[in-house]
């Protein structure tokens, strides 16, 4: 059984920092990608930030500069510093992580439990 276990969440006052942890257990071969998502109420889920296995990065236009994602992958954990955070930045933020559980396998989708960020003016 693949879980991916986050940590990190807070709250926190506008212009603060938190930083996101996200660590894949059980037993699998690989991991591809791996990245950060957030859903507002009533919002759809958005992506973030990502990360592939070799560290190339994406970003959303809106955390550019702000955000920062990183991996270990000799421990299976993907970060996100989160600098400068705004008010429009409270959301519930999601690790996913593409995992190959077998070397014949195709990558499946695999999602944390969501972690909650509020930021306050």
């Known amino acids: 059984q693949v879980q991916l276990v986050e940590s990190g969440g807070g709250l926190v006052q506008a212009g603060g920092s938190l930083r996101l942890s996200c660590a894949a257990s059980?037993?699998?071969?690989?991991?591809?990608?791996m990245g950060w998502y957030r859903q507002d109420p009533g919002k759809e889920r958005e992506s973030v930030s990502s990360i592939t296995s070799d560290g190339s990065t994406d970003y959303a236009d809106s955390v550019k500069g702000r955000f920062t994602i990183s991996r270990d992958n000799a421990k299976d954990t993907v970060y996100l510093q989160m600098a400068s955070l705004k008010p429009e930045d409270t959301a519930v933020y999601y690790c996913?992580?593409?995992?190959?559980?077998?070397?014949?396998?195709?990558?499946?989708?695999?999602w944390g439990q969501g972690t909650q960020v509020t930021v306050t003016t």
């Open positions: 996913n992580a593409k995992i190959r559980r077998r070397a014949w396998l195709d990558e499946s989708d695999y």
């Open positions: 059980g037993r699998f071969f690989t991991i591809n990608t």
